[in-house]
């Protein structure tokens, strides 16, 4: 077998090329160092086993953004996936932040494309919205979707780039929230936590419906298996949820991936989490980058992404 990018002569059964790393399957891994190995072949210190360099990771294997000191995004490939197929869009508009968080389908293809796509497409519009502000979550979202089947050629209907979404419109005084899917909102406070937004997941189905309970479909394989998303081949399953809090006390509001809440899936343990990250006054970025620790030490075994908004109370602006 000849090397397509570099010419250079492999055996047939190579996933990648070893002289200049292209991948030569469109299923294979993509290499994490320039000599093809994967990411399961580098060290704990960042070294390739086989070719003794030290890898180069992309860029989207952590990224972090800050709008001000009470918000911040980060976002962190974890320890076990090979690529971050997670994104967020943040953006603040005078006294309004518009906060997105997408986890990409890993069961399909380049699920980075869409959540990046949506991330980009929901923030964006959200940070413009006038009037009625649910509506124009259920518009920017579905816009997200749009932009999935504007041009779904190049993949057909194999497995075409699919994600989850979670939205925040925050404005002084309330908080809007919308989601496709199993990514989450969380709002923390004083009292305690809530969960703002319900998985979109045949575990929820089935326990809502009393089919089973919580405890026996939890064993099963299906249980985190959603039942929405936005994708080309999504269709009805496309539909997003929308609520609507107002804003009457001092609040944490968390937008985050499964592979944060996996590792604390009920409210109180996500409060109690956010409520030790918080402690001697940190700002937003370091109790989003606390919650990525807590999930990498818990074995980060997938992406990890969490947008935190630190809110007053009432009126007034958000600083």
Not at 209 to 227: D, K, N, Y
Request: proline content about 5%; some cysteine; charged content about 20%.
């Amino acid at each position: 077998m000849q090397c397509p990018q570099c010419a250079d002569e492999l055996p047939d059964d190579d996933l990648f090329c070893e002289a200049c790393g292209k991948p030569l399957s469109p299923t294979a891994e993509p290499p994490t160092c320039v000599c093809g190995a994967r990411a399961s072949e580098i060290d704990d210190d960042g070294y390739c086993s086989r070719c003794g360099r030290r890898a180069r990771r992309p860029p989207t294997d952590h990224m972090e953004t800050v709008l001000s000191p009470i918000c911040a995004a980060v976002s962190d490939r974890g320890l076990k996936h090979a690529r971050n197929e997670d994104r967020f869009g943040v953006r603040q508009s005078g006294s309004c932040y518009a906060l997105v968080v997408c986890d990409g389908v890993s069961s399909s293809r380049e699920s980075e494309l869409a959540s990046s796509a949506v991330a980009g497409t929901v923030s964006e519009l959200l940070a413009d919205a006038k009037g009625d502000r649910e509506s124009a979550m259920r518009q920017a979202i579905a816009a997200g979707q749009a932009a999935l089947t504007a041009h779904p050629a190049r993949f057909g209907d194999d497995n075409p780039p699919s994600t989850t979404v979670v939205a925040a419109l925050v404005a002084v005084g309330e908080v809007t929230v919308g989601w496709v899917g199993d990514s989450r909102a969380y709002w923390i406070d004083a009292g305690g936590a809530r969960q703002l937004t319900s998985d979109h997941s045949w575990m929820n189905s089935v326990v809502s419906s009393g089919e089973m309970t919580a405890e026996e479909a939890a064993l099963r394989p299906e249980a985190h298996s959603i039942t929405r998303w936005l994708g080309a081949d999504a269709g009805e399953n496309a539909i997003a949820d929308t609520a609507h809090f107002p804003l009457t006390s001092s609040v944490v509001l968390l937008l985050c991936t499964d592979g944060l809440w996996n590792y604390a899936a009920t409210p109180q343990a996500i409060a109690e989490i956010v409520q030790e990250a918080s402690g001697d006054g940190a700002d937003a970025l370091t109790v989003a980058r606390k919650l990525v620790d807590f999930a990498n030490a818990q074995g980060g075994h997938d992406n990890i992404t969490a947008v935190v908004c630190q809110l007053p109370a009432g009126s007034g602006r958000f600083e």
